[in-house]
């Protein structure tokens, strides 16, 4: 069997390869920014979800629960100028807790 001669195609100029990298990086920074916008989007709709449902909680259930999770809300210990993904992380993480405290206390029931 006679092995083949491989094909290589002759080295791209550095310029030809800064050029392509930059193309993909350019690319990968506006998919940074739609991520991060998405994330804005849905964060804001999820908190304003939490609000909307704060309505439904029973009275003497919001005045007992609402001191804890105000703490919590205050507790959260952001570095915006950093820009984080642990912060936005911790975020979410809230958002998704308090809208679950809240949705169960709409049936009347203690938060856990």
């Given amino acids: 069997m006679i092995a083949e001669k491989r094909k290589r195609k002759p080295p791209a100029s550095r310029d030809a390869v800064m050029e392509e990298l930059v193309a993909e990086l ?5 998919a940074v920014r739609d991520v991060g916008e998405s994330f804005i989007l849905r ?9 909307s449902n704060l309505s439904t ?9 609402s001191p804890d999770w105000r703490h919590e809300i205050r507790g959260l210990k952001l570095k915006p100028a950093k820009g984080r993904l642990k912060d936005l992380k911790e975020i979410a993480h809230l958002i998704d807790v308090l809208l679950d405290r809240v949705i169960t206390a709409q049936d009347g029931k203690k938060s856990p």
Avoid at 43 to 51: M, N
Wanted: proline letters at 4%; a neutral charge; aromatic letters at 0%.
């Fill in 43 to 51: 964060t804001e709709g999820d908190i304003e979800a939490v609000i």
């Fill in 57 to 65: 909680v029973p009275t003497a259930l919001l005045k007992r629960e």
């Fill in 26 to 30: 350019r690319h990968l920074r506006g």
